[in-house]
């Protein structure tokens, strides 16, 4: 039985013993189909067992939480690592209909973003942003859901400083770059629920290589955070199976903005070598090039060739 799950049931013993015959029917609902209890309403839960809807409340309280919204929340970081995606949908079923699916969506980003906003620590942010600017080099790692806000993260961080590798992959790369290192690394590890065990097993190597860690999840009892030298907490409340990551996204850019002006000059010439890579490459549509495509065509000269014939055009 994990810890979690383990403390839940220790907390129904410690009390069973002084509960009414209606409180223990709830008792007993939770230690049989813990999980169904949670993707159940407080109405539900009253009428499968026969009790008044207060019941519940006090329920909860006498196992000492504030009340039926808290016990919610505890029940909730303990399911993190167990519902299934098809349970999750069947959560979802329970939730109200109100609005179309966009509405919802956005509601429920709204709601995260101002979750996140109200609860952020503007001291840990510094910190944490302080930590990725004095590592000489940086690892991003997020692998599944987590490998595109892993990606999102390190291209960013790629503009502004030397030294960022990004692995969504769990790559023998990396666990050879890891080992063989010698100077100031440090793995920023995202993951959340359902916790990929390759992201676990990626943030144990890094610690057992001396590598500092950074993690990002969504709550104390994440592995992530647990195995994490330092940590970010960041909750996700869905409104489905798909994982909402907005509000993830938004920290993510305020933290390579942080980044960006703790040392403004190198921030700079990292951005001017980003700029002047892609201008080389020709990487982005511009439409100073449209006339020297259509005179040349597509598998014509290369764009540097064409770049002396532009400048002499426009010199007249």
Known sequence: MNSAKKDLFDKIVRVYPTLSPKKRRVADLIMR?????????????????????????????????????????YMKGLLHTELTSVERLKKVNHESDEGTTIQKYCRNAIRNLE??????????????????FEADRVYVVGYRASATLAHHFGYLLKK??????????LSWELTDAVNEYRGSALMFVIAFPRYPRRTIEMLKYAKKCTVKTIGLSDNHKSPIVTLADQY??????????????????????????????????????????????????????????IDDQLEYGFDGPSVTSLWPKKKAVDEG
């Open 115 to 132: 979750n996140f906003m109200n609860t952020a620590s503007e001291t840990e942010f510094k910190q944490i942003a302080r930590t990725i």
């Open 33 to 73: 189909e813990y999980k169904k209890v949670f993707l159940m309403t407080g109405k539900e839960i009253a009428q499968e067992c026969q009790v008044s809807e207060p019941t519940i409340i006090r329920f909860t309280v006498d196992l000492g939480f504030s009340g039926y919204t808290e016990f919610l929340q």
């Open 232 to 289: 970010i907490i960041i909750d996700i409340e869905g409104v489905s199976f798909i994982d909402p990551f907005a509000h993830i996204i938004a920290f993510l850019g305020a933290l390579v903005h942080e980044i960006t002006f703790l040392d403004n000059a190198r921030a700079r010439e990292g951005l001017s070598k980003f700029d002047n890579g892609v201008r080389i490459a020709n990487e982005f549509y511009a439409d100073e090039g």
């Open 160 to 169: 502004i400083r030397k030294n960022v590798i990004i692995d969504t992959t």
